[in-house]
Each structure stands twice: as structure tokens, then as C-alpha cells.
């Protein structure tokens, strides 16, 4: 069983910046693809970004040159630094992970992740 526990999460005024961390607590298996997730109140989640096991990286057009996402000093943990940070970008904040050929961020709710953390709250105030 994999667990992921999330990291960094907190509250801004809109320019600001934060940096999430997740770590893995074993390895998925196989190709490993491991990304972030958030939901806004009254929202449907969104993908926010992936990285894959090719450090292939993967963003949604909202915060594609805000934010980036890397792979830490292990491979089992991920870190995305969020800046310039807008009041669109509040919500709670899920790290993901599977084993996974491909994947897309487009449109993606994250349906293909079989591993969650709990999330952690980014709140953004103007």
C-alpha cells in the first residue's frame, strides 16, 4: 500500500509563492507517474501537474509558467513550487500517484491515480 503525504500548504496574498512536497511512502511499480491534483470549493478537481517517471512534465494551461513541478532527491518524492500565485489558485491541494504508460493533464480529474494524500489547503487572498 502506498501513502502519500503532503506537505507545504498555507495561505498567500495573490503574488506570493509556496512550494509543495509530496512523498511517496514505496515505490508504485513500474512506470510512475506522480502529480498534483486540487479542488476549489463547489468545484470539480483538476489536474495541475504531472511528472512521469522520464521526468516528463505535464501542466494545465492555468499555471503553466507559474508553476513547476521536479522531482526531489529520491525519486519517490515530487515538489511543486507555485508562483505568482492568483485567488483562482485556492483550494486543497492532492499529490497522486500510479503506475501509469501515459497520461495526460488536459481535462483530467485524475480518475487513473489509485493513490491520494490527504491534500493540503493553498489559499490565495487578493
Known amino acids: 500500500q502506498v501513502q502519500l503525504l503532503e506537505s507545504g500548504g498555507g495561505s498567500v496574498q495573490s503574488g506570493g509563492s509556496l512550494r509543495l512536497s509530496c512523498a511517496a511512502s514505496?515505490?508504485?511499480?513500474?512506470?510512475?507517474?506522480m502529480g498534483w491534483f486540487r479542488q476549489a470549493a463547489g468545484k470539480e478537481r483538476e489536474g495541475v501537474a504531472t511528472?512521469?517517471?522520464?521526468?516528463?512534465?505535464d501542466y494545465a494551461d492555468s499555471v503553466k509558467g507559474r508553476f513547476t513541478i521536479s522531482q526531489g532527491s529520491a525519486e519517490n518524492i515530487v515538489h511543486l513550487q507555485m508562483n505568482n500565485l492568483n485567488s483562482e489558485d485556492t483550494g486543497m491541494y492532492y499529490c497522486?500517484?500510479?503506475?501509469?504508460?501515459?497520461?495526460?493533464?488536459?481535462?483530467?480529474?485524475?480518475?487513473?491515480?489509485?493513490?491520494w494524500g490527504q491534500g493540503t489547503q493553498v489559499t490565495v487572498s487578493s
Open positions: 497522486a500517484a500510479d503506475c501509469l504508460q501515459n497520461f495526460a493533464i488536459d481535462g483530467a480529474v485524475g480518475a487513473e491515480f489509485g493513490y
Open positions: 514505496s515505490h508504485t511499480g513500474g512506470s510512475k507517474y
Open positions: 511528472i512521469g517517471a522520464d521526468k516528463s512534465t
